[in-house]
C-alpha cells in the first residue's frame, strides 16, 4: 500500500534521529529549560527575525490549538474561524471544551478575508445588547489552509490590521506552515509572518519531526503565564529536549524549508500529471495537498492499491479526494500514482463504465 | 553536573531508539490505529492477562490523569485523591480545568485507606443536602505514590472493594509503575493490579520511553467512545505509531520490567550508604524515589555537583529532599554520590557547623 | 411609550401577586422542598398526564437550557439546533461555557426536521475518524420557535421517533410553551408533547410569573442527580417556593392557556390589521410574535412611541421587525399600534418617501 | 413546626411586596435596563460612598460567587479561601465547574488572614516550577462568615493591602452583610467595606428580598464586560426590574440596616437565654446565626417542634447544632425556643438521662 492520506505517515528526517541518538544519554532539566530548547528558542527567534518573540515548543497541532486559543480568550470571547477551520470541524470540541465558541464565517476556499472579520465585529458591535451574544474575541487562520490555498502577504496584512483596528489578536495555525513557505507561489518569508499576526506556530508533526509544533508569540500582551497553560492543557513535555533537539534540528542550516520544498515538489509532479489528463482539482492548490476531481470508479480501483482521503462528492459519479505529499514522498510513489490514473483513465476494457462516470 | 531531581533526565532506552531507526520510513496510518499499536496492545493485554482490557497511548501524565478523569465523572462529580496526589498539587489545575473537584483526603505517606474512601461516601450520603455538595464519582490513587511508597495486594484488593460497593471506579495512576512492580517489596503483578482496579496506567516516560503513557482500561463501562475524548483532550498523537513501537519493544522479552529493576537496585544503592551514614528519610521509599534528611550545609555543598529536589524543611537546619533513579542512572553516579555525602558528613573542617547542623 | 419588544415587559399576573402576599409570612423549607413545589409539581405532572414525570423549578430560560443539555451530554458530545436557535445565537455561549458545541443546522423558519437530524447523525457515523469530531448528543427545539413558527404533532413525533433511533434524547424549549399550545392552529396539547420528547420546559418568566420555568423530565435515564446540576450552574432558587407558588397558581384552574390565550388573540389583532394594509410578514407566524416588513421611513416614525425589535433588513429600504404580545397586552395599546400604522402607510404628506421605500 | 434551619424560611419584606403590587403593570425594559434598576444602583452607590462603582443585580448566592471568581480569574489561576468557606464547599462544586481550583486555607472561625494569604502567595513563587501548581489569582472571604464570625475594619484593612501588594483581587461575600452591619460589635459601614475590597455583594435573599444579590466592582480593571459574564452563567434576569424594585425598597429610607437589626435583635435573645443556661457555644458569634452546644437527647426532643441545622458532634453525647434569625423573625418564636430549651434542660423526668449527657 502506498499512502498520500496524510502528512504524517513517516518517522522523522534521517538528521533528526541522528541528533537523538547523540544526544540520548545526556543529562538535562526537564519541561523545555534544557540547552537544546534555548538553541532552538534561539533559532527560531532568528529565522523570524524577532529577537523578543517568545517560543514554546508544544506536541500536537489540537493542543496547540486549544491551549493557544484559551490564553487569549475571555470567558464570554469566541474565536472567529473559516467554517473549514480545523478548529471548528476536526479537534471533537477541544476549543468548546475549554469554554469558547468558534464563530465561523464561510469560506469557498478555507481563507477569510478581512471584510469578514471586520463584519463579524460591527455585527457584534451594534447588537442592541451585546452582551447576549458571543463576543468575538481573537481571529484564527491556517496557513495553509486545510484546503491546500495559501494568504498571500497582501490579504495577511490587510487582516491584520483589521484585527488590530478591531481588538482582536490575530493567530495563525502553522501546522503546514513550511509547507506555505516553500511554495513558489508564496510571497511571504518567515519574518514577514512574524510581523504581520499576535502569535503563530510552526508545525513540524507534519514537516520532518517526530512530533512537535513551536508556538512563536511575537504579542507582548500574550506572553505572561503561557507555561502555566502548557501544563494546564497537558502539553508540557516532560523530555521537552525532544522537542528542542527537533527544532534545533530543522532549524540549523534551513532544513526545515528544504525538506519542505520537496514536498511542493512531489506535490506539483501529481498536479501536472493530473492536469495532463484534462482532471479538474476542487481546488488550486500550490502547496502539498492536492484535491482532483475523479471518477468514482477509477477512485474504487485505486484503493487497492493507494490510500488517499475522501473530501466530498462532486457529481453523481465524481469525488474529490486529498492526496498529501510530505518530506518523506518517494518520487517512485507519486510517478507510480501518477502512472496508474493515467491508465486507469484509458484502459480500454473500462471505456464505458468510465464514459458514464464522465458525463 | 550529575543529575537526581527527577526520572525523565535522559532520553530512551537503545532498543527503543534502535527500533525508530527501523521502522522510520515504514508508511503507516495515524492516530493510533497501525500495526505497531496493535502489536503493543496484544503485548500489554497479555501482560496484565487481561485480554478484554482496551488500551489506549497518550503522550504524556498529566493529559493521561485529565483524559481519563473527565472521561469518568459526571459534571457534578469530583475525584477522591490523598492531598499529595498529583493530580490535587502538580497539573496546574488541570482536572479542575475539565469542571471537576479533587476531594482530597489526608495523608501522611501518599496513600490512602479503604476506610477514607468510605468515609467520604458515607459523609456525603448522610448529608442532609446532598446536591449542595461535590458528590464524590471515583478514586485515584497513584502506584507507586509520589513519596515512593506502594500499596500492598491486600490494600489495593481492600480499596477496589470498598470503592466498588460505593459505585466508584478506582483509577491507578502508574507514571512510575515500573519502579513499583521492580521493587523487591512489591506483592504484586501487572496482572495483579490489572484484576484489583478499574482502569489504570502504564508510564513509559519514566521507564525507557521518550515518551508515552498506556492506558488500561478494564471497566467495560469505561470503554466506550475513549478516543473522543484522547482527541478531545490534545491526547491523540498523529505519528500514533511512536508510542506503539515504544511500548512494542518495552513489553516484548520483558524489558520494562529489566530496566525498572535496574532503577531499583540504584536507589537501593542510595539508600544503603546513607543509611550506613545514620542519615534518616522521611519516607520509607522501596521504590526509585529516596527521601533523605539532610543537614542544609551539606546540601548547599552538594548542590554545586549534583541536582535533586527539595521537598521540605524538617527542622531549623535540616531538609528532606528527593533524590530519583530511573533505567538509565549509572553505577557510578550513584557511588559518586554516595561518596560525596559521606565525605561531607565527616569532613573535619566542617565539623562545628555540621554538629550546630545535627544537634 | 408602549412596549411591543418583548413578552416580559410587566410584573406577574395578579392571581400570583396574591398568592404571594397570602404565603408570605408561612415558614418553609428551601431549595424547592416546600409544599408549594410540590402541589405544583403534582399539578404539572398532571397537566402532562405523567405521572412518573419528575418536575425540577428554575430561574430563567438560558439557565435552564445550560442545565438541562450539560446534565445529559457527554464531553466530547455537542446538541443539535436551529441556526435560529435560543441556545446558538442569544446565551452568550452559555452552552459552549459547559463544554459542548452546538452542532447548527441551517433552517427558514425556525424549526428543524426529522430528515436533517438523521442526516448529522448518519454523516458523523459514516466519518472514516468520527472521533475527531464532535458526537451529535441530543436535540433541541423550541416550541414555539423564536420565529414565532410551530411544530404540528405529526413533525414532533417525527423528530421524536428519528431521535430515538439514533440515541438522541430530544429537548423542547418552552420558553413561550403557551403561546404555542394556545393558538388555534396548534394540534397538539401539554399531554401529547410530555409523550414525544425526553425533556421539556414551560415557561412562566414570559407567560404570567415573576420568574420561573418549569423543567419536565420524562425519560428514566436523565432524571437522577438534576438536583445536583441545578445547584452547581446556580439556578436553585433558595426560596424555591416563590417558583412553587407561581407553577401553583399557573396550573390550577387551567390559568397558564387562559392567559396564553389572551397573547394570541392580541397577536392576531395585530396581524389581520396589518394584513389588511397588505404589509407582508417574514414568517408566518400563528403565535404571540409577529414579524411584519415595513419601510424603514415607517419605523423611525413608529420609534417615537412604540418600542419593537429589528429583525433584518429586507431590501434597501424595508425591514422585519417584531411585535411580541404576552398575557399582559392591552387591547387598547393593539388597537393604537394598528390604528398608527395605517396612518402612517396613508398619510399624504408621506406619500412620495414612502413610495420610494415602497417600490 | 418553628423555622430557624436558614434565613430564607419566609417571602419578603411588606414594603417589598407592596413596591411590587404598585409597579407591575409597569411597561420596562428587561435585563436590568429600567429605571428601577437604575435608581437602585444609584441608592447602591450612595450608601457606599462609591459614586463609581458598578452595580449589578443577579438572582442568587452560588450564581453570584461563580460568576464574579470566573469573571476575574486567569484559566490558571485560583481562589484562595477558607476551607469553610461557602464555595469551597456547599456549592456542587460551581467554581470547578468554571475551570478554578479553590485554594483552600485552614480557619478555626471561617475566617482567614493576611498571613494566610501572603504564605500561599509566597510559596507559589518561590516554587521552583510555579508553573506545575495552580497561580493564586484573588481572594474570597464572607462577611460574616458562614461561622457567624466577623472581620473587623482592621483585619480587613489588612487583609485588603495584602492582597493588593500580592495582585490579588479581594472578594467579599456579602450574602448576610446586613446581618454583620447591624451587629454592635461590627466596626465598619458600608462605605469601609467599599474602600476596603476590590469587589463585593449585598445579599437579599437572606434579608428582605424575594431574592437578590447587588455585585458592586470597585476596582475598575474588574468592570468591563462583566453583563457578558452574567448572561452567560445564566443570571441575567429577563424581568431585572424585579431586582431592582426590591434593592430600591431595601436602600431608600435604611429598611435594609433596619431590618437587619431586628435579626441580631432576635439572635442575641437566643443567645442570651441559653448562655444564661450555661450552654457553650462552637463560635462566638455576634450575627444572626448562633451556634450552641446542647446535649443530643435535648435536640432529639426539640426537634419535634423546632427546625435547625445539625453543624457537627462535639462528644459522644453532644453537638453543635445552627440556629438562624433573620428579618421575619418573630419575638414569640424566639421566646417560645429559649423557654423550650430551658425546660428540658431542667425537667426532672429528664434527670437521669441528661445528666448522662453533660458528663
Known amino acids: 500500500m502506498i499512502r498520500f492520506e496524510c502528512d504524517y505517515n513517516e518517522g522523522a528526517h534521517e538528521?533528526?534521529?541522528?541528533?537523538?541518538?547523540?544526544?540520548?544519554?545526556?543529562?538535562?532539566?526537564?519541561?523545555g529549560t534544557d540547552p537544546h530548547c534555548d538553541r532552538a528558542r534561539s533559532l527560531i527567534r532568528q529565522a523570524c527575525d524577532s529577537e523578543q518573540a517568545d517560543v514554546h515548543f508544544l506536541v500536537g497541532g489540537t493542543q496547540t490549538n486549544?491551549?493557544?486559543?484559551?490564553?487569549?480568550?475571555?470567558?464570554?470571547?469566541?474565536v472567529i474561524a473559516a467554517t473549514s477551520g480545523h478548529i471548528a470541524?476536526?479537534?471533537?470540541?477541544?476549543?468548546?471544551?475549554?469554554?469558547?465558541?468558534?464563530?465561523?464565517?464561510?469560506?469557498?476556499?478555507?481563507k477569510i478575508?478581512?471584510?469578514?472579520?471586520?463584519?463579524?465585529?460591527?455585527?457584534?458591535?451594534?447588537?442592541?445588547?451585546?452582551?447576549?451574544?458571543?463576543?468575538p474575541g481573537m481571529v484564527y487562520i491556517s496557513q495553509p489552509t486545510e484546503n491546500g490555498t495559501m494568504y498571500s502577504k497582501a490579504e495577511l496584512q490587510s487582516l491584520f490590521e483589521t484585527s488590530k483596528k478591531c481588538g482582536l489578536p490575530l493567530f495563525v495555525d502553522g501546522a503546514?506552515?513550511?509547507?506555505?513557505?516553500?511554495?513558489?507561489?508564496?510571497?511571504?518569508?518567515?519574518?514577514?509572518?512574524?510581523?504581520?499576526?499576535?502569535?503563530?506556530?510552526?508545525g513540524g508533526t507534519k514537516i520532518g519531526a517526530l512530533m512537535g509544533e513551536a508556538v512563536v508569540i511575537l504579542n507582548d500582551a500574550l506572553k505572561p503565564d503561557f507555561r502555566y497553560m502548557i501544563k494546564q492543557k497537558g502539553g508540557l513535555l516532560a523530555k521537552g529536549r525532544l522537542l528542542g533537539i527537533q527544532f534545533e534540528t530543522l532549524f540549523e542550516d534551513?532544513?526545515?524549508?528544504?525538506i519542505s520544498r520537496h514536498a511542493i515538489d512531489m506535490a506539483m509532479r501529481i498536479h501536472?500529471?493530473?492536469?495532463?489528463?484534462?482532471?479538474?482539482?476542487?481546488?488550486?492548490?500550490?502547496?502539498?495537498?492536492?484535491?482532483?476531481?475523479?471518477?468514482?470508479?477509477?477512485?474504487?480501483?485505486?484503493?487497492s492499491q493507494y490510500t488517499f482521503t475522501f473530501w466530498e462528492k462532486v457529481d453523481a459519479t465524481h469525488s474529490a479526494v486529498r492526496f498529501c505529499t510530505?518530506?518523506?514522498?518517494?518520487?517512485?510513489?507519486?510517478?507510480?500514482?501518477?502512472?496508474?490514473?493515467?491508465?486507469?483513465?484509458?484502459?480500454?476494457?473500462?471505456?464505458?463504465?468510465?464514459?458514464?462516470?464522465l458525463v
Open 66 to 78: 486549544t491551549t493557544v486559543i484559551a490564553s487569549i480568550l475571555r470567558p464570554y470571547q469566541g
Open 89 to 110: 470541524v476536526h479537534e471533537t470540541g477541544a476549543i468548546e471544551a475549554t469554554g469558547h465558541k468558534v464563530l465561523t464565517v464561510p469560506s469557498e476556499d478555507g
Open 113 to 135: 478575508t478581512a471584510d469578514q472579520v471586520r463584519a463579524v465585529y460591527e455585527a457584534h458591535r451594534s447588537e442592541s445588547s451585546p452582551e447576549h451574544c458571543v463576543q
Open 326 to 357: 510530505s518530506w518523506a514522498t518517494e518520487q517512485e510513489n507519486v510517478d507510480a500514482l501518477a502512472r496508474d490514473i493515467a491508465r486507469l483513465m484509458h484502459e480500454p476494457s473500462e471505456t464505458r463504465e468510465l464514459a458514464e462516470a
Open 272 to 303: 501536472d500529471s493530473l492536469e495532463e489528463q484534462h482532471i479538474g482539482f476542487l481546488y488550486e492548490s500550490p502547496t502539498n495537498q492536492q484535491f482532483p476531481i475523479l471518477p468514482d470508479v477509477l477512485l474504487e480501483k485505486l484503493r
Open 176 to 202: 503546514r506552515l513550511g509547507y506555505a513557505l516553500a511554495s513558489p507561489d508564496c510571497d511571504m518569508t518567515l519574518a514577514d509572518l512574524a510581523r504581520l499576526c499576535d502569535v503563530f506556530y510552526i
Open 15 to 31: 538528521r533528526i534521529l541522528q541528533r537523538l541518538i547523540e544526544t540520548n544519554m545526556e543529562q538535562t532539566s526537564g519541561y
Open 254 to 258: 534551513g532544513l526545515y524549508l528544504e
